[in-house]
Each structure stands twice: as structure tokens, then as C-alpha cells.
T-cell receptor, first 115, second 111 residues
């Protein structure tokens, strides 16, 4: 089945130690997103790629970076994780053509713990 | 800035009844409004999409309405079942690929 896969499901990292979360998709969607979701809160958009074009949200901290080396893969790099960065990180994809939008397909998420 | 409010944090109903969830927003209307289901510890799952020029959309036991004058969407689950228990998120999608979520309503359907 076509899907969005996030690895790992659970990640524990030390305060200040760089960490990378990965996302892959077999849907061939042209748009990929990273969301941060804290307990009982709305998913918050960090950034998205439309093809290779990177779009950063104005309030996304500089500590968060992303890479999309090809259509299938997207990475979230947290350069110096703080305790406040502990959250569920969700990757999503969508297929965007002018005038035609569908739902987003989400991965199962990576739960990040900072110790 | 745009605010999205879902009617309540939690909604409890009896099996077989219709659950009605509300999503209100401020400012400008989105091109599309979507509803997602999210189970604990999992990513959201897409349920329905409605366009700004559509009034109503149905899919099996689900119905969504969209009123751009009231700036409101209603999400209905008819003949609810315990398996429908989850958090339901509304999301506003704009033409610039910007999608914003509400915080969700946690629905519990009791047998």
C-alpha cells in the first residue's frame, strides 16, 4: 500500500544533541509537510516543500531545519533540542495541482523525548 | 491572525445517536475545509474535504457542512459507534498550501 513512513516511532535525545527525524513516501506526492504536535494541541505547521521549493513558517525557530533530497524523502533536523521541543512530529504529503486538492496523508509520527 | 475553534474539548454521546462537532474560524475563509480523525499516539487520518463553494458533503455515516457567512463547519456522525471514539480535527486549507488545524474535539461514544 502507498503510504507515508516515519522513522523512528520513538526517539530519545539529549538536551542540545542534534537529532534527525526521517519521512519517506511512496505516493509520489509533490508536497511534503512537517508538523509539530504537543499534547492536546493542534498540529503546528513548521515548514513544507512544494517540489524542491522550501517554505518556512515565520514562527518556526531557526533550530529547526529540513532537507528534501528527492521526491520520496524528507528530513527534519533539530540542531540543539531543548526540553520545549519534546513533542510528536508529524510528516504529511499531498498532491497539489491548481484547482484540485485532496486530503493530506500523514505518517504515524515520531514521538521525541528530550532528556 | 487566523483563529480556529472547535466547539469543545470533549463530547460524550450514547451509541446510536448523532454526534455533531463544530469548527469556527475568524478572518478569511479557506479554499477548502477538511476533517481528520486522530487516534492516540497516531497521525491524523483524512476523512472529508469540502470546498468553499459547497454547502454539504457526505460519505457513508459522515456529513460535513460549510457556511462561509457564519464562518463555520459542522461535522456529523450518524448512528455513532464506540469505534468512532477519537479526536476529530478540522483543518483550513488555503491556496498557498498553508493548512491550519484546530485543536480537536475528543469524542467518546458509550455503548
Amino acid at each position: 500500500d502507498a503510504m507515508v513512513i516515519q522513522n523512528p516511532r520513538y526517539q530519545v535525545t539529549q538536551f542540545g544533541k542534534p537529532v534527525t527525524l526521517s519521512c519517506s513516501q511512496t505516493l509520489n506526492h509533490n508536497v511534503m509537510y512537517w508538523y509539530q504536535q504537543k499534547s492536546s494541541q493542534a498540529p503546528k505547521l513548521l515548514f513544507h516543500y512544494y517540489d524542491k521549493d522550501f517554505n518556512n513558517e515565520a514562527d518556526t525557530p531557526d533550530n529547526f531545519q529540513s532537507r528534501r533530497p528527492n521526491t520520496s524523502f524528507c528530513f527534519l533536523d533539530i540542531r540543539s533540542p531543548g526540553l520545549g521541543d519534546a513533542a510528536m512530529y508529524l510528516c504529511a504529503t499531498s498532491s497539489w495541482t491548481p484547482g484540485d486538492r485532496g486530503g493530506y496523508t500523514f505518517g504515524s509520527g515520531t514521538r521525541l523525548t528530550v532528556v | 491572525s487566523q483563529k480556529i475553534e472547535q466547539n469543545s474539548e470533549a463530547l460524550n454521546i450514547q451509541e446510536g445517536k448523532t454526534a455533531t462537532l463544530t469548527c469556527n474560524y475568524t478572518n478569511y475563509s479557506p479554499a477548502y475545509l477538511q476533517w481528520y480523525r486522530q487516534d492516540p499516539g497516531r497521525g491524523p487520518v483524512f476523512l472529508l474535504l469540502i470546498r468553499e463553494n459547497e454547502k454539504e458533503k457526505r460519505k457513508e455515516r459522515l456529513k460535513v457542512t460549510f457556511d462561509t457567512t457564519l464562518k463555520q463547519s459542522l461535522f456529523h456522525i450518524t448512528a455513532s459507534q464506540p469505534a468512532d471514539s477519537a479526536t476529530y480535527l478540522c483543518a483550513l486549507l488555503y491556496n498557498n498550501n498553508d493548512m491550519r488545524f484546530g485543536a480537536g474535539t475528543r469524542l467518546t461514544v458509550k455503548p
